[in-house]
């Protein structure tokens, strides 16, 4: 089904998103979007809601550990990984 419609792009830069194609994405209330120049005009599309977004990193959460123990786990992590990176930097030589 083609989406397409004329909209008017008025004197301040506005345009309005027709109801019917606001409905299709479930934009039914305010919200923001991105406006991008492309090689024919524009290209708008929505602001992901953070909310939306919520428990797509469960994977990777550390449980049990208090923010301390959390920040020095990420400081011995970025310790490695510069020893690492070093290593690999002489190994080439």
């Given at each position: 089904m083609d989406m397409t419609q004329v909209v008017s792009l008025t004197r301040q830069g506005q345009i309005s998103?027709?109801?019917?194609?606001l409905a299709k994405y479930g934009k039914n209330r305010?919200?923001?979007?991105?406006?991008?120049?492309?090689?024919?005009?524009?290209l708008v599309e929505p602001?992901?809601?953070i909310l939306s977004l919520g428990g797509i990193l469960h994977k990777y959460a550390i449980k049990g550990k208090t923010p301390a123990q959390i920040r020095k786990m990420e400081r011995e992590a970025f310790e490695e990984a510069i020893v690492e990176d070093y290593l690999a930097s002489v190994s080439d030589e």
């Open positions: 998103i027709p109801a019917k194609m305010p919200t923001k979007v991105i406006v991008k120049a492309v090689e024919n005009g524009w602001v992901p809601d």
